[in-house]
């Protein structure tokens, strides 16, 4: 029976691509995955929130895929990277033959407004050689659940379903396939070019484009032309310059431009641990990113999208009325994220359930209201103002957070297990008051600001005495528990508690000696942690490394921390991008790319560069 189940096992990890095995594409609307066997395995259209029209990453048999790749292609012989400071990519493959690649991008969508057009250009082209390629477009709408009829026309190919059309325009023939695609084998010799133009609509009279060479041309230059424009903004000039660059390009490619939202990851379900339950939609907007958001773009230069995230923010806040505010919401600001269960599609590498919503929404997380204060001074710190609108908005915020922040909750890292008084949701409260305090008094706003002092030095007594463990030498995760948790580590990064102090370096010792998979961290331990709930194991996380690095160079251990923010460098994927999670193989793991990884990583790689530059020529730089 072990051996039917491992062998079962094998034939289904056969089919799938290793997660990091993929680059990403978008408009500021959506994202498509491209894997390095040349195919696209995820997209949902028109919105990241859309059901998905690719799929086959989540069901390799009838999720749908739109691949462009030479025959009897070989995994070793791909190479994939992005045009400099572009979001364009280019898979290059290798063979006998000769060499082919091709070239795909989505033309950027500026509209504030939602729209239902969308255009994924992909041009492949032969460097030397002569090489046999083929192409296959086979859409699965609605996560697989909807039917579709193709429609072959003198231009090109039209996928409808009843809600939902792609119009696919290729520069050579094509025909209809027996299950629902469509496909064309072709032969190019060296600088010969064949050119693809994928579009979306809901109208149903929706004709094709007539000349996918013009259009893909035009667009490309276009295109090119924004991403380079932007990073130029981009005002770190510190160590890791490129590391920073590409998380940047990565944040910028996860913003919804119709509202400034920022996804905390294009997919969903993609497995904490295979064959595991950890799955979990994250194409929504948390709020407890949003410290971590607006400090990485205002510390790199990028004000303007700093500012839409601060209005998308602003209209939360303001949403909420008298109640706690929620966690999470759609990127277009919507309450309402209900978690179903996909029983159609058998999930990456067989790991079920696939879930669509998010069912953490309902929770209570107090931690949220402590990075949304916290994301608001760093925004005040910048423009040196506070309007009284916006003031009133916080003011009504904070006197409910004041009758409420000893409440238990589901905490930061949302666990299904029951709620408790978790150390990091109070800290956060206490940065809540703390972060009111210094702009009320840095622009003399209206404030109880005895009532407020009072409170947060109450959170703070309260943290020393119940969160630390005498027993473990250790801040812990929860009051009365001996578990340790990394966001512990925040301690430090949000300045409760300075780097060098005693209790934090002995915390810091504590999470290395029961966390640590050198140099990755898990957020905690599963088996002594407060119950999350949920069945089998997950990888470490990412965002937990970071912070890692960013508490030693706080607390002056510069060599310890550069020595492990170089290693985490060899665990991005070829192309420079994070999942949430690594596996105990270096593998990645959960959903992909994650924004929280890569805003901990632009936030480490500051800290520490500036810690740097204030011993730059000094050899000792701390053990």
Known sequence: MAKQVQEEVREKSQKYLPIADHGIIGDLHTIALIGKNGAIDWCCMPSFDSPSVFGQILDAKKGGFYSIAPKNLSSNEVKQYYLPETNILVTRFLSDDGVAETTDFMPIQHSKVKTQHHRLMRGVRVVHGAVDLEMICRPAFNYARDKHTVDITKKGALFRSKTFTLALTPSIPHEQDDQGGVRASFTLAQNEWAHFLLESTADKEFEPAQRPHGEYESGLADTKAFWRTWLQQCRYQGRWRENVHRSALTLKLLTYAPTGAIVAAPTTSLPEGIGGERNWDYRFTWLRDSAFTLHSLLLLGFYDEAEAFADWLTARFYESGEGAIQPMYTIDGGHELPELELDNLEGYEGSRPVRIGNGAYKQLQLDVYGELFDAIYILFSERRGMYYRGWKILLRALDWLGNNWSTPDEGIWEVRGGRRAFLHSRLMCWVAFDR??????????????EEWRKTRDTIYDEIMSKGWNEDKQSFVQYY????????ALLLSLTRFVDGHDPRMVKTIERIKKELMNEPHLYRYSIDRAASDGLKGHEGTFSICT??????????????????????????????????EEIGEKGESLGNFPQAFTHLALISACDALDRELNKFSGNSNLGK
């Open 546 to 579: 970071f912070w890692l690095v960013e508490a030693l160079a706080r607390a002056g251990r510069l060599e310890e921390a550069r020595q492990n923010l170089e290693e985490m460098f060899t665990y991005a994927n070829h192309l420079g991008l994070y999942s």
């Open 480 to 487: 009365g528990s001996d578990t340790v948790d990394a966001s």
């Open 436 to 449: 009111a305090i210094r702009m009320a008094e840095a622009q003399g706003l209206p404030a109880p600001l």
